[in-house]
């Protein structure tokens, strides 16, 4: 339905946190579009929306905006194209869900270790 996601779970899952070590150009260039996807507010609800149930119809989503469903459809498509949902359309309506293995990979990247007992002495 969609096009294949900027995601490549090969390359991202040997990124280490961020706090250990440095991104490479080619990690980041791979990372980015899912950031940048979670930058609008609308879509940051759409994402935690979806994610707060296993899958959910865009027609349940819709109406918890003030915005018109083209534009809706668009910041779910802005979602997808990162690799940060799946849908399949059933019937008339459209149903999403989160790519766990997207989220995993930002919230490992972004893990920061806890200080050690030096550190914070």
Request: aromatic fraction near 4%; glycine fraction near 4%; hydrophobic fraction near 45%.
């Amino acid at each position: 339905m969609s096009k294949q996601p900027v995601v490549d779970p090969d390359l991202v899952a040997c990124c280490p946190p961020i706090a250990t070590r440095r991104l490479e150009a080619n990690q980041a260039e791979v990372i980015a579009p899912m950031f940048r996807a979670l930058g609008d507010p609308v879509r940051l609800r759409l994402m935690s929306m979806i994610a707060s149930v296993p899958e959910i119809c865009v027609c349940d989503l819709t109406p918890e905006f003030a915005l018109s469903g083209p534009t809706i459809s668009h910041h779910l498509k802005v979602l997808r194209d990162a690799g940060l949902v799946e849908s399949d359309r059933r019937g008339t309506w459209v149903w999403y869900r989160v790519r766990a293995d997207a989220f995993r990979q930002l919230g490992a990247l972004l893990r920061v270790p806890a200080p050690t007992a030096e550190a914070s002495a």
